[in-house]
C-alpha cells in the first residue's frame, strides 16, 4: 500500500513540475510578444495580461489531470478501506463463532459434570442407607457368634465327658 502511495506522490509532483515548467516557458514567450498581449488585453478584459488562453487550457488541463489522478487516489484509498473494515468485520464474526463454540462446549461440560456429580451424590446416599441395615446385621452376627461359641463349648464338654 505504501509503495502505491509513493508512486502516486511521485506521478502528482512530476505532473506539477511540468505545469511549473510550461507556464514559465509561456510567460517567456509571452514576454516577448508584447504586442499580442495589449491587443487581448483590449479583446477580452476579464484574462490577465501574463496569460494566454492556451496556458489557461493548459493550466485548466493540468488541474484536470490533477483531478483525476486526486479521484483515482481517493477511490483507492476508498476501496482500500472498504477491503480492511470487510476483513475486519469477518474476523470479528469469526471471533463470535469461536466464543459461541467454546460457550457451548463449556455449557455441555458443565452438565455433564453436574449430571455425573449428581449421581456419585446419590449412590454415597444409597451407600450410606445400605450401611445402616449392615449395623443391625453385625449385632446379629456378634450374637450368632456367641451363640455358636456357647454351643461349641458345650459341644466340647460333652464330648469330654463321653
Known amino acids: 500500500m505504501q509503495k502505491k502511495k509513493t508512486n502516486k506522490q511521485k506521478q502528482m509532483e512530476a505532473r506539477n513540475s511540468e505545469t511549473l515548467d510550461q ?3 509561456q510567460q517567456n514567450i509571452d514576454e516577448e510578444d508584447k504586442t499580442d498581449t495589449k491587443t487581448r488585453e483590449t479583446e477580452d478584459p476579464l484574462l490577465p495580461s501574463s496569460m494566454s488562453e492556451t496556458e ?3 493550466a485548466v488541463e493540468v488541474v ?3 483531478s ?3 479521484s483515482d487516489s481517493f477511490s483507492s484509498l476508498f476501496a482500500s478501506l472498504r477491503l480492511a473494515l470487510s476483513q475486519v468485520t469477518s474476523r470479528s464474526v469469526d471471533h463470535v ?3 459461541n463454540e467454546a460457550a ?3 455449557q455441555e461440560s458443565a452438565l455433564d459434570s453436574a449430571t455425573k456429580g449428581n449421581l456419585y451424590i446419590n449412590s454415597c446416599l444409597r451407600l450410606n442407607e445400605e450401611m445402616r441395615g449392615i449395623d443391625a446385621l453385625a449385632m446379629q452376627l456378634k450374637v450368632l457368634r456367641r451363640n455358636v461359641d456357647a454351643l461349641d ?3 466340647n464338654s460333652l464330648v469330654r465327658l463321653h
Open 68 to 70: 483525476i489522478a486526486i
Open 23 to 25: 507556464m514559465s516557458q
Open 56 to 58: 489557461i487550457l493548459r
Open 64 to 66: 484536470e489531470r490533477n
Open 97 to 99: 463463532e469461536c466464543f
Open 153 to 155: 463349648t458345650a459341644v
Open 104 to 106: 457451548g462446549r463449556l
